[in-house]
């Protein structure tokens, strides 16, 4: 089975923190996806890595870096938190290859609160 | 524009009845795939099913069917005999092979199922 883990299930940091949020998948899964979950408007793509230091702005990128050095492990920074980054950050990973490369495999998610 | 729309906030559905949750997507692409994702309260993300563009039959997966009219663009859920623990957030999702790699999603159905 494939497996997603994050760092941490919950988070509470204060504003202007340096914040890291790490991601680790143990299929060698060429792509990984940074999302944030709010109440009513779903997931919002962050950034997303084709493969070892690559990568690409989703949607939302303002505030948020990524950093990809091994394939396995894809970080979320968040360079000086703020209350608006208070949401559920959930990561992904994607096979290329294989009968099933449409799909996304999530971790658990951190709920991070900024106070 | 929306590429996912999920009008849906909230459903209920009585106890081994069946229930349609609607998803209609925007795209320009005659390439693209379309998912359903289940989120109960614990968080994770849990992939349900899968259609393609080019795929003539709906696609099904147990109790879980996809009915997918591409002429309007929709692509609704059915769950059938609906069982307590399908209570949680629905996600449509639709992936477009031009813009590769990234997901978009839609605002997500609570489905609540009564005793």
């Known amino acids: 089975d494939v497996k997603v883990t994050q760092s941490s299930r919950y988070l509470v940091k204060r504003t202007g923190e340096k914040v890291f949020l790490e991601c680790v998948q143990d299929m060698d899964h060429e792509n990984m996806f940074w999302y944030r979950q709010d109440p009513g408007l779903g997931l919002r793509l962050i950034y997303f890595?084709?493969?070892?230091?690559?990568?690409e702005k989703g949607d939302i990128p303002e505030g948020y870096s990524v950093s990809r050095e091994k394939k396995e492990r894809f970080s979320l920074i968040l360079e000086s938190a703020s209350t608006n980054q208070t949401s559920m950050y959930l990561c992904a990973s994607r096979n290329l290859a294989g009968g099933r490369s449409y799909e996304q495999y999530f971790g658990p998610g951190t709920r991070l609160t900024v106070t | 524009a929306q590429k996912i729309t999920q009008t849906q906030p909230g459903m209920f559905v009585q106890e081994k009845e069946a229930v349609t949750l609607d998803c209609t997507y925007d795209t320009s692409d005659q390439s693209y795939g379309l998912f359903w994702y289940k989120q109960p309260s614990s968080g994770e993300m849990i992939f349900l099913i899968y259609?393609?563009?080019?795929?003539?039959q709906n696609a099904t997966e147990g109790r879980y069917s996809l009915n997918f009219q591409k002429a309007r663009k929709s692509a609704n859920l059915v769950i059938s005999a609906s069982q307590l623990g399908d209570s949680a957030m629905y996600f449509c999702?639709?992936?477009?092979?031009?813009?590769?790699?990234?997901?978009?999603f839609g605002t997500g159905t609570s489905l609540t199922v009564i005793p």
């Open positions: 999702a639709m992936r477009e092979a031009n813009t590769g790699n990234q997901f978009y």
């Open positions: 259609q393609g563009s080019y795929d003539e």
């Open positions: 890595s084709y493969d070892v230091k690559m990568k």
